[in-house]
């Protein structure tokens, strides 16, 4: 990682610097600095902020901090606040997940009403071994391996080749203020366990860690590219559109091997659980199987996918 932070960073935003952003900001080192690199660089952003109410008044803290901030660049500055604890015992999710859908349905409101281009997120290295190991510990396939995307549904991160360690020197350098959330020291979750004392761990024991886990990432996403590659040939071999109806005949399926990594990967964007695809080859005719907006359906020796209504 021998290239400084405005190096890397430029090389990820140049290809979109007349666009027109908004930065996702939580007033804490990563974001401050992102805030700032996009300051220096004169790009055309916005702020918006989350107050999840989860923290009493170092929430409500956080919110002033960066209006003034905003205030004083002059910079437009979009805040929201959030019953998150009702959101996530009504909907039945962890307080991480129940935040997360709540802040990018938002981001998604501000794109679509005032026209930006993108929502910029200040994910980074550190962010994306921590996912990295949460995924390979939880049981995934390669998309989770690689964990955060640098783009994604209007949604780039322009510091995720960047360490945590280079983000805190660069603030210190450049005398950047920012906001320490103290629930990020707490040992409640596991990405904070993971954060406080695994990966200081693997830094000890290798100091290049993280370079080396970038080489991951990128031979993994060759690898993804690859796979990409074969499974819509093979897509466009067994998939036949027959009005609003997706059919497959269930002896080509069953002669891919290894099947469940073809299955999986076939009928993943319909969010169908491969085994229980798998489980449909050898039922009855009519047996289906639905996701929260598919149906499959067994018809003598086809599946047909349609979409629920």
Known sequence: ????IEQLFFAEINPHKYCN????????????????????????????HCNFQLRGKESDDDELFISKWCSEKNIKFYNK???????????????????????????????????????????????????????????????????????????????????????????????IAYREDSSNNKEDYLRNKIRHSVIPY??????NVLLKFKT??????????????????IRKRIFVYEENNIISNIDLLKDLDPIEFYIHELYKDFEFN?????KLFDSDSGKYISSSNY????????????KIK
């Open 81 to 175: 606040k959030f019953n998150t604890e009702e959101y996530c015992k009504n909907n039945k999710l962890s307080i991480q997940m129940g935040a997360r859908e709540l802040r990018y349905e938002w981001f998604q409101e501000l794109i679509s009403k005032d026209k930006h281009d993108f929502v910029v997120t200040a994910h980074h290295i550190d962010d994306q071994l921590e996912t990295f190991i949460i995924n390979s510990i939880r049981g995934t396939g390669i998309d989770g391996l690689i964990g955060i995307p640098d783009k994604i549904n209007k949604i780039i991160r322009p510091l995720l080749m960047i360490s945590k360690d280079q983000i805190i020197e660069f603030s210190k350098v450049n005398k």
């Open 216 to 233: 991951t990432i990128e031979n993994l996403n060759s690898t993804k590219i690859f796979v990409e590659k074969v499974i819509s040939k």
């Open 202 to 207: 693997l830094k000890s024991d290798d100091e």
């Open 21 to 48: 952003f908004i930065l996702a900001i939580s007033g804490g080192v990563d974001s401050m600095v992102l805030a700032n690199l996009f300051l220096t660089n004169n790009l055309n952003f916005s702020i918006a």
């Open 1 to 4: 990682m021998s290239k400084t």
């Open 295 to 306: 149906k499959m359906i067994k018809q003598k020796n086809n599946l047909i996918i349609s």
């Open 274 to 278: 491969y085994k229980e695809i798998i």
